[in-house]
């Protein structure tokens, strides 16, 4: 079955470590991206990438950074830069807007981070 | 730039009964995409209904179906005959229609559904 995968679902990080959260899918797709989410403040975007060895700033990039090496990763580090960085991390995938206007995204199961 | 309020924190309803969700926008664009996602508790999205801004005809997915008013920027989510399944997050989104090969997502805070039996 196609679909997207996150490890580890659940994930704790001392202050001052980096961690990185992976992400991958077999939907054949070329977009990704990456979401933060928080009680009160729905999903907001983080990083985003339209093809392989390209992504590009969302909203809160701070303390984030990202890779595309390859069409079926794209792993998210949470640097020791964040300020904040517990939180509920979400990646997504969708075929490019360009080619199909109705186009969705696909979402990963998640991947809950906590900051001890 | 364009918002998504949600202004329902929380609902609830009876199973069987039917309730709706609001979600208003603001943009200045004229073509654009809306989208309703839910979020059980195992937090999975899962993408509820769609629609195009162009298309005059509301969405209808089974029980689900939206009522959207282009002119007033209002997107409501319909539940009808509620099932205890439906319990969930609820997640007003739009999407540009312009702007380049972005796929942007511009989500609400979202409605908090709870079903009662």
């Known amino acids: 079955d196609g679909g997207i995968t996150q490890s580890p679902k659940y994930l704790f990080r001392k202050e001052g470590q980096n961690v990185t959260l992976s992400c991958e899918q077999n939907?054949?797709?070329?977009?990704m991206y990456w979401y933060r989410q928080d009680p009160g403040q729905g999903l907001r975007l983080i990083y985003y990438?339209?093809?392989?060895?390209?992504?590009q700033k969302g909203d809160i990039a701070e303390g984030y950074s990202v890779s595309r090496e390859k069409k079926e990763s794209f792993p998210l580090t949470v640097t020791s830069a964040q300020k904040n960085p517990t939180a509920f991390y979400l990646c997504?995938?969708?075929?490019?807007?360009?080619?199909?206007?109705?186009?969705?995204?696909?979402f990963g199961p998640g991947t809950r981070l906590t900051v001890l | 730039a364009q918002t998504v309020t949600q202004s329902q924190p929380e609902m609830s309803v009876q199973e069987a009964e039917t309730v709706t969700l609001s979600c208003t926008y603001d943009?200045?664009?004229?073509?654009?995409?809306l989208f309703w996602y839910k979020q059980p508790p195992s937090r999975q999205m899962i993408l509820v209904i769609r629609?195009?801004?162009?298309?005059?005809q509301n969405a209808t997915e089974n029980r689900f179906s939206v009522n959207f008013q282009k002119a007033a920027k209002s997107f409501s989510l319909k539940i009808s005959d509620s099932q205890l399944g439906d319990a969930a997050m609820y997640f007003c989104?739009?999407?540009?229609?312009?702007?380049?090969?972005?796929?942007?997502?511009?989500f609400g805070t979202g409605t908090l559904l709870a079903v009662q039996p």
């Open positions: 997504a995938s969708s075929i490019p807007r360009t080619t199909a206007q109705r186009n969705e995204q696909f």
């Open positions: 939907l054949n797709h070329d977009a």
């Open positions: 990438s339209q093809i392989v060895n390209d992504f």
């Open positions: 943009t200045s664009e004229s073509d654009y995409y």
């Open positions: 629609q195009e801004a162009y298309k005059q």
């Open positions: 989104a739009y999407r540009s229609a312009y702007g380049g090969a972005t796929n942007k997502l511009i």
